[in-house]
């Protein structure tokens, strides 16, 4: 069973485009993450949701909205693409507060913006 | 500026070398993890290591928490194949929410 699961794997599209990705964990955690990592490999938090509340917000472009309809999903919505925007965006989940918040991620959706 | 520095950027080795990743920084962390991540997937954790001067053992890989809980280093014996990848250090900060801080990885290359 897959455990945390991104969908689509790859995304390549247009700038000015718009575009979501979804993300679903089966583990039961209470908080879920989105991470961006660059082209340096460099794993940087975005956004992070506590059953379904959002705790933490990182310096993104609000191109970038996140939303969580219930506390095992967590979807992120992308508008304008840019350039910059290409990168592997993961999802990840985690027991929650109180915990050493060890991360359980997802496979990784690669966006390709031209 | 990164809160974690990792060293070396790269390493690559042949099967049956040892090899150490460092991980360091200037801040206290009230846990430290270590992930692996290989191409085309997510990272997976390894370990997580909480209390200063802690070691602990995954078969061949040995993790050590600095005294002052600043610091980490990863020990690989007799590398494989089959370790090579990305290695991840990530401390947990200790506000509230016990954020996760990355350093930028260690790029380890084991050859047959």
């Known amino acids: 069973d897959t455990a945390v699961s991104q969908t689509p794997k790859y995304l390549v599209t247009q700038m000015g485009n718009d575009k979501s990705i979804k993300c679903e964990q089966n583990?039961?955690?209470?908080?879920m993450y989105w991470y961006k990592q660059d082209s340096k490999k460099f794993l940087k938090i975005m956004f992070s949701y506590n059953n379904k509340e959002l705790i933490i917000n990182e310096t993104v472009p609000n191109r970038f909205s996140p939303k969580s309809p219930d506390k095992a999903h967590l979807n992120l919505h992308i508008n304008s693409l840019e350039l910059g925007d290409s990168a592997v965006y993961f999802c990840?989940?985690?027991?929650?507060?109180?915990?050493?918040?060890?991360?359980?991620f997802g496979p990784g959706t690669r966006l390709t913006v031209l | 500026t990164q809160l974690l520095e990792q060293s070396p950027q790269f390493l690559s080795i042949q099967e049956g070398e040892n090899l150490t990743v460092y991980c360091n920084s200037s801040?206290?962390?009230?846990?430290l993890q270590w992930y692996r991540q290989e191409p085309g997937e997510g990272p997976v954790l390894l370990v997580t290591v909480v209390t200063g001067g802690e070691v602990k053992k995954l078969k061949r890989l040995t993790f050590q928490f600095g005294d002052a809980r600043k610091d980490s280093s990863l020990h690989i014996t007799a590398a494989q194949p089959g370790d090579t990848g990305l290695y991840l250090c990530a401390g947990v900060t200790t506000d509230s929410w016990g954020k996760l801080q990355f350093g930028a990885g260690t790029q380890v290359v084991v050859t047959p």
């Open positions: 990840a989940s985690s027991p929650g507060r109180g915990t050493h918040n060890e991360q359980f």
């Open positions: 583990l039961g955690h209470d908080t």
């Open positions: 801040s206290v962390f009230s846990s």
